[in-house]
């Protein structure tokens, strides 16, 4: 076991894990964050897409040690009362089915708008590319983010 200090959606945490203890887990089992999900568990399917540093990044395959001196932000680090313009725009298209996905799709979603703010359909379906739902709402989310850049 080791210490590691992390800065998750804005608040400073000293954990004690080893060090190469997933930050999904970290995030969920150790701060009880839970928005972040499991999915794959080999980085295939993004449903555990976090920021770090403001870039995308799949947690389940991503080693404490890669966070330490980074900042962390999850989904519930997006906005704390919903009002972030994809959160928004995910209820206005009614983008969720299971809704199992979400975080992840959100999050990677709020990475692009972070780096591009008005990007055509074509970067938006490159970049979601990876995010894979089951329930099949591609067209929605793409919608959603289409409208999200609209207003930011």
């Known amino acids: 076991m080791a210490q590691f200090n992390i800065n998750v959606n804005g608040v400073d945490h ?8 997933p930050i999904l887990w970290v ?8 928005g972040t999900k499991y999915g ?3 980085a295939q399917c993004g449903a555990c897409t976090i920021h770090i540093d403001g870039a995308a990044a799949r947690s389940c395959s991503l080693p ?4 330490s001196g980074k900042k962390i932000t999850t989904i519930e680090g997006l906005s704390e009362d919903g009002t972030h313009p994809l959160q ?3 209820i206005e298209h009614d983008v969720p089915q299971c809704g199992y996905c979400q975080a ?9 708008l972070a780096e591009n703010a008005n990007p ?3 970067e938006i379906e490159d970049t979601m590319h990876g995010n894979l739902c089951r329930c099949g709402t591609y067209n ?4 959603a983010v289409k409208t999200a850049a609209s207003r930011t």
């Open 120 to 122: 055509s359909e074509s």
């Open 14 to 21: 000293s954990v004690d894990v080893d060090d190469d203890t």
């Open 64 to 67: 404490i040690g890669a966070a």
């Open 88 to 90: 928004q725009a995910w």
């Open 140 to 143: 929605r989310i793409k919608a």
């Open 104 to 112: 992840g799709q959100i999050m990677t979603a709020a990475a692009l």
């Open 40 to 42: 794959c568990g080999i």
């Open 27 to 34: 995030l969920r089992d150790t701060l009880n964050l839970v």
